[in-house]
Nanobody, 127 residues
């Protein structure tokens, strides 16, 4: 099974950028579809972005379209979430997640579709 560790969170001002990393160990990330979720204080965890094992197509929640980019570097066994033009409402704990899909070409957007999760990294955006 794969273990995931997020990093790259922090405290930034509105308009700034951050790049979150999700480092995988135990299994090769190239056999997993990847997703990013976030949970703001007092709210349920929500979907942010996803991409299939094969790369290529990506999918985003409406609130981050045009600002966030999900990507992966299979050689480094790492997935990323580039976040630009950050807003205070982006403040949350961000989680990466993996869905074992060695032959698949689709992305997944629902929490229950992901079995493997990282511990989360805090992103705080001040106004």
């Amino acid at each position: 099974q794969v273990q995931l560790v997020e990093s790259g969170g922090g405290l930034v001002q509105a308009g700034a950028s951050l790049r979150l990393s999700c480092a995988a160990s135990g299994r090769t990330l190239s056999t997993y579809a990847m997703g990013w979720f976030r949970q703001a204080p007092g709210k349920e965890r929500e979907f942010v972005a996803a991409m299939p094992r094969s790369g290529g197509s990506t999918y985003y929640t409406d609130s981050v379209k045009g600002r966030f980019t999900i990507s992966r570097d299979n050689a480094k066994n790492t997935a990323y979430l580039q976040m630009n033009s950050l807003k205070p409402e982006d403040t949350a704990v961000y989680y990466c997640a993996a869905h074992y899909d060695p032959y698949g070409t689709r992305y997944y957007t629902r929490e229950y579709e992901y079995f493997y999760w990282g511990q989360g990294t805090q992103v705080t955006v001040s106004s």
